[in-house]
Nanobody, 120 residues
């Protein structure tokens, strides 16, 4: 059974930092690209950032470029999201996503989400 477990969310003041972690089990972690999404009530889930299987390439939503950094440790089956200079508009539930393509079909798994609240 595949499980993605996020941790590290919480309450932080504007300008502060948080680091989210997502640890995977039940899959071959190095075969999956990893992404972080976020969602606020009443809005669609938004793609924040993605890292390739070996970690050689990343991309970011314009809203977080220069502030957020995604990384992964394949030996620990874990992906991280370092969030700096946090803004109130970063408040959301953050979800970890693992995805790959199997015979042309997208295969993906989701974590349960972790709440990030940026407020003074």
């Amino acid at each position: 059974q595949v499980r993605l477990v996020e941790s590290g969310g919480g309450l932080v003041q504007p300008g502060g930092s948080l680091r989210l972690s997502c640890t995977a089990s039940g899959l071959t972690f190095s075969r999956y690209a990893m992404s972080w999404y976020r969602q606020v009530p009443g809005k669609e889930r938004e793609l924040v950032t993605t890292i390739t299987r070996a970690g050689g390439s990343t991309n970011y939503a314009d809203s977080v470029k220069g502030r957020f950094t995604i990384s992964r440790d394949n030996a620990k089956n874990t992906v991280y999201l370092q969030m700096n200079k946090l803004k109130p508009e970063d408040t959301a539930v953050y979800y970890c996503n693992a995805h790959t393509t199997d015979w042309g079909t997208r295969v993906e798994h989701w974590g349960q989400g972790t709440q990030v609240t940026v407020s003074s």
